[in-house]
């Protein structure tokens, strides 16, 4: 008799549950992927692939023009033109991924991890502890997030791992709050308070159950910096501070174009399309990592 | 009674209906070729459990599907008239003059920004029925009618300012504003507390006598439908099982699964489901009692800051024997939770003292609390919320041994598999996470979670309230099942009297923190000692049916 | 009430406070100071006597925590010290520079409240499933797009394309079109996505359904009853929107040279003047906490939640 319930849930567990208890295999994942998703990996690969191996898609030299070749218009052996110096835009983008991504990169590692172990710590620690960690996250949440990193880069000097640096402690307070909050979300759940009702120690509370599920959405939450990251460098490397010329970062790409914005559109557009192209398809796939909080 | 000869059309007629939802990928049918009528005057109850169907079907008769589902088949005839395939528009004049709807949630149901009056009065607005100076004194006659206190006052107040039982009243003020033919009660009572459950009841019923109104009751409860249906459509899984007259259907069901769902209604077998302790195999020894609770006071600071205190548990004593099962029985704000809480040491009393199996509860500290807790284990209301989503079935079972690491990893194995095979789960379920398991399953993995340290007792806090009958009738055979075997003594709370009624050998009834009542089952049901029991007893639905058969 | 009021004036005053100093450490603690960097051009033939001098009377060589204190009670009256660069005070380089930012910001967060608004009750109203789809991605795509790169694009296709907006000689409301539209979308791009969240979360709730119920049209129940609870959370956002106006009004000012604080801050830091900066980083910070504070005393009054406590009981 007692199967009963078993027997009539497996009725209607089809509904709750799709597939479950079985893993989905890998073709399956990516037949199911809404268009848009696969479209944002693979703007992301190629992005990637760029940072990684340049040479392997373009053979022109990023810092070095061709005489005679200055200002051409897109065509067949420019894919997107070419700048005052005669050097090829194309090659210049995909040579300059790697200024912007890793910029990018540093910036969001450093954010996670010095603002998810504040939180981390905020949240399961003691109130006093607590009480000056958020003090210190509403302190640095007050500044404007550009004026703050202006403030860092004064500090630091210009260039690329600084403005990296720079754009990386503005999201400390973010990722501050976001992961204390998760943490005392979960801490309040009723699967918490019966780990520690059936002999569960601190440590291995947090351990398998508070940081596990807390920090899934902190991660989410980094993909989407991921994404804000590249426009906050690309920002600054349009201001100046960042990377110097001749260095092909994107933002500083744009900047140069400025001057021929009435002869040649295609030295502010082809960049500014493609920051644009690498941060909605961050987006996206943070977006499909699960439930964003706001 | 006999409807079937008026010569007036039904004022509800629904033939052969059929709905799905597109779920992303395909659309799914969930309610499939579904035929009642509503006379005029009449009270239709739709039973059935979750998933059902009751409440889409419900929904598609006042055009307010959700935006995902459709009508594929059939038609709805108000008055002869069908409105299925109506647009929004045209609906817009029918909802609410002619078919009104009493929610499920009042709590959620009332806008919190807008005062109770506006919402009232909204309703006589979009129809045209009163403008300007007119509305307010509509409006508080309505609210006078549904039987609430100082009705001005409360046309200027704002819903979180009423309690639960005054809002569903707000809310079939609404409903009734323009003497409807039809009112649709979707669980309208299934969040209240079971007396004002029944004081909410009484009220519709008496609406519906006094302005002739048909009432389509939509409700999981047999009980309840067969203390106010004259006639029960019995659906699982989308599809009529039964239908026909409440006292026929009751007396003698045709379908299976409606002769299950009678069986397994608590409210309607008076009979105890398990064998009291005294008459089992194993007598249990009168002396031995495992849980001792004396003069127990728990305060609580209020949370709006002024510093003062509240006091939720006020001096409750009482003891528990071993191998029995003690129920702990309250309304919402009575102190059940409170209490359960600081007996399973997750809060420290502020005065009395709790003893479990021996053990002084005060003196625990640190790891001798970590070391009792193998005494003790608590089963939670939630069974969604009390899982981590993250573990799989076998690692939420092993955890609890992990914690007290006196087992080698193959005899650890062995031992959740055997408690998953006892509590019932499949092989199955080990690799699964707990998204993927029914409720009633979910329910099991707790159970397991709780019983693989060989706890003494085991406190269910309102461990069945969330599942389905049918459900619940399997977990509270399984309950018994182990107890028997197990020896184990239970703490259980609960507001449902019905259920405490066939599983307890003792009861205490909490009201506003105080011990109202208590003692055994008979003594407590038979002779309640105080007018509040009396009105929780006779609270409990389905005593109609009880005086029928 | 007023226990409240000044528990909250309390925590405003601590912020300020701590802005303050981490902008004093930020910014007074850097290497190369700006007198030297003005002062120790060859061309103006100082001989390092005469910069230590400059430098004494800057007091940039005193003590830090003398700096400190001095500075503290220079902004507590006012005073925002002197420009290294510009050599003017301080206060009279921002009292110059505010109205053109003032004027900027505010069109641009009027025009981002009416795009953000748009967005998000059209997508709502809107009967097609794929125009809601298309107009919800609206702010998806703003939120990606580099201001200074929008700026640009803006003025290629409007000034020289389609040459609708002069770029020499406009006048005085010609020169904002394009910089308050560059400005509007990155700040409409948060609010029109909390917006819609909001909206969409609200016509979820069972008191809709309802509204729906006594007979409302989708219409009615979106402005009766869904608008005011989707637009009060928005507030919580006002603090990360000012945000996002000081870092768009930097990047429009400096794209279309514009002479704002913008276009101040930005040339503050490419010639390293902290006092400048500071100050700017400061009013900020004071900015951000009044926003904040007025937000938190506009709640109850109009959350009727938030004003009264204890709720009857029956």
Known sequence: MTTFDTVHDDIIAPGRGHGAGRRLSLPLLIRRLPPGLALSWLVLAIAFLWAVAPSLFTSYNPLEGVGGEQLRRPDASHLLGTDALGRDLYARIVYGAVHSLTGAFVAVALGLVIGTGLGVVAGSVRRRVDDAIMRLVDVLLSIPPLLLSLSIIILLGFGTVNAAIAVGLTSVAGFARLARSEVVRVRRSDYVEAAFGSGGTFTSVLRRHVLPNSLTSVLAIAALHFGSAVLQISTLGFLGYGAPPPTPEWGLLIAEGRNYISTAWWLTTAPGVIVVLVVLAANRVSQSFGKVPA | MNSSITPYPPVLEIENLSISYNDGVAHRRVVHDVSFRIEPGEVVALVGESGSGKTTTAQSIIGLLSANGRIEGGNIKLNGTDISRWSDRQLDTVRGAKISLVPQDPASSLNPVKTIGAQVGEILRIHGAASGRDVEPQVISLLERVGLSEPALRARQYPHELSGGMRQRVLIAIAIALKPQLIIADEPTSALDVTVQKRILDLIDELRTEYGTSVLLVTHDLGVAADRADRLVVLQGGRIQELGATKVVLAAPRSAYTRQLIVDAPSFSAVARKAPATAREKPVPSDDDVVIVEGLVQDFVRSDGDGKSFRAVDGLSFRVRRGTTHSIVGESGSGKTTTIRAIVGFQKPTAGSIEIDGTDLSQLRGETLRQFRRKIQLVYQNPYGSLDPRQAVFDIVAEPLLNFGRLARPAREEKVRAILNRVGLPEAALSRRPHALSGGQRQRVAIARALVLDPDVVVLDEAVSALDVTVQARILDLLDELQRDLGLTYLFVSHDLAVVRQISDTISVLKDGRLVDGGTVEDVFERPGSDYTRELINAIPGQKRAALV | ?314
């Open chain 3, 1 to 314: 009430m007023s226990g409240y009021l000044l528990n909250r004036l309390g925590q405003a005053l601590f912020v300020l406070w701590a802005a303050f100093t981490i902008s004093f450490v930020l910014l007074q603690a850097m290497p190369g100071d700006a007198v030297l960097i003005k002062f120790q051009n060859p061309e103006l033939g100082l001989n390092p006597q005469q910069i230590a001098d400059i430098r004494a009377s800057y007091a940039a060589d005193s003590a830090i925590w003398v700096q400190y204190l001095q500075t503290i009670g220079r902004f507590l009256t006012g005073n925002f010290g002197y420009s290294v660069q510009a050599g003017v005070p301080v206060s009279t380089m921002l009292a110059a520079h505010l109205p053109a930012t003032l004027k900027l910001a505010s069109l641009g967060f009027i025009l981002a409240a009416v795009f953000a608004v748009a967005i998000a009750f059209v997508s709502s109203l809107t009967p097609f499933a794929w125009l809601r789809g298309a107009i919800q991605s609206v702010p998806s795509l703003f939120i990606s797009i580099p201001t200074f790169w929008l700026g640009i694009m803006l003025i290629q296709i409007f000034s020289f394309r389609l040459k609708l907006v002069p770029v020499i000689n406009p006048g005085p409301w010609q020169e904002l079109i394009l910089p308050v539209i560059t400005l509007a979308v990155p700040i409409a791009a948060p609010l029109a996505q909390v917006l819609v969240r909001n909206i969409d979360d609200v016509l979820t709730r069972p008191f809709v359904a309802v509204a729906r119920a006594k007979g409302a049209t989708r219409h009615w129940v979106l402005w009766r009853h869904v608008a005011k609870n989707a637009l009060l959370p928005t507030l919580t956002i006002a603090g990360v929107l000012f945000g996002e106006l000081i870092a768009g009004a930097v990047v429009t000012e400096t794209v279309f040279g514009l002479n704002g604080i913008g276009g101040l801050t930005e040339r503050a830091v490419g010639s390293q003047d902290a006092a400048v900066l500071q100050a700017i980083v400061v009013l900020s910070a004071l900015a951000f906490v009044i926003i904040n504070l007025i937000v938190d005393l506009l709640f109850p009054v109009l959350d009727p939640r938030l004003r009264t406590k204890a709720g009857a009981t029956a």
